[in-house]
């Protein structure tokens, strides 16, 4: 039976999807686009066998999950599309309201470490159907992926703070905000089905690599940007899983404890072993 796969439906996903969208790879099984925190619930719940999953959400559920070789989505310092837009900086608010994103985990819990450990602040946390429109009133906002980018692109640069650049100033480490993992029962039930997908999956984004104008040419056709951004953009990223996205992983995990978020620091090597050489 195919695997259910989940895949984000954001353009910073493109780079690991486009070549199934193009065409020129097929992928052995089924994808669902959707929503990082739907995604998440979707795996932990059974209703995907294999999917990226937000890093906070795999440290809270590693029990059932196994962990995947090679792919994440991260950063080595700025990520562009997981920022704070606020008035005042970071230090200056403890007790503010902070309207946040509902479709992000790492996100949101990145932000809760940074003000708590970094800036040593507890703002006071607003769940919002459009948090850009917060934003856009001059209310601090936590805003991810493309509306992320519309906050980059639309409001003053002193306003907008990259959440990715903040963590590496602060601990020196890459961002993780998205692993790659597969329900333990469905590895167990079907390894080699969960290495095939991984197996495309890795071959789609060696395709990217060397095709990277029909990446941003399809970005472009679902959120035109200014000539450039998404070559930008997609440098900025970080879609493998080596050694020091690994270490950016475990520092993240370490901090979620510190807050109380999670209980125990979950493993960050993966259980497969990898289809990329390193």
Known sequence: ??????????????????????????????????????????????????????????????????????????????????????????????????????????????????????????????????????????????????????????????????LGTLWHEWTGEQTVFAVWAARRDAYERDPEGVRACMHALTDAYTWSRGNMERVVARAQGVFARPEGFYERYYAKLNFTFHSAAQSGLRAYCRELRAIGAIAEVPPVLPEVIGVVSR
Do not use: Q, W
């Not at 070549?19 to 686009?33: C, Q, R, T, V």
């Not at 795999?58 to 080595?76: E, F, M, Q, S, T």
């Not at 007790?95 to 602040?121: C, D, F, P, Q, W």
């Open 1 to 162: 039976m195919a695997l259910r796969s989940g895949r984000i439906k954001y353009t910073n996903d493109l780079p690991i999807y486009a070549a199934f969208d193009e065409g020129a790879i097929a992928y052995p099984g089924s994808l669902h686009a959707d929503v990082p925190s739907r995604l998440n619930g979707m795996l932990v719940d059974g209703a995907l066998d294999l999917s990226p999953i937000s890093a906070f959400a795999y440290a809270a559920n590693a029990d059932k999950l196994v962990l995947l070789p090679d792919l994440c989505i991260g950063a080595r310092d700025e990520v562009i599309s997981v920022v704070l837009v606020s008035t005042a900086p970071p230090a200056l608010l403890d007790g503010a309201e902070i309207y946040v994103t509902k479709e992000s985990a790492s996100g949101r819990n990145l932000l809760r470490i940074l003000m708590e450990r970094r800036y040593g602040v507890k703002p006071v946390y607003i769940e919002d159907d459009a948090p850009i429109e917060r934003a856009r009133e001059g209310k601090a906002a936590l805003l991810i992926g493309d509306k992320a980018i519309d906050a980059l692109l639309e409001l003053p640069n002193g306003n907008v703070y990259d």
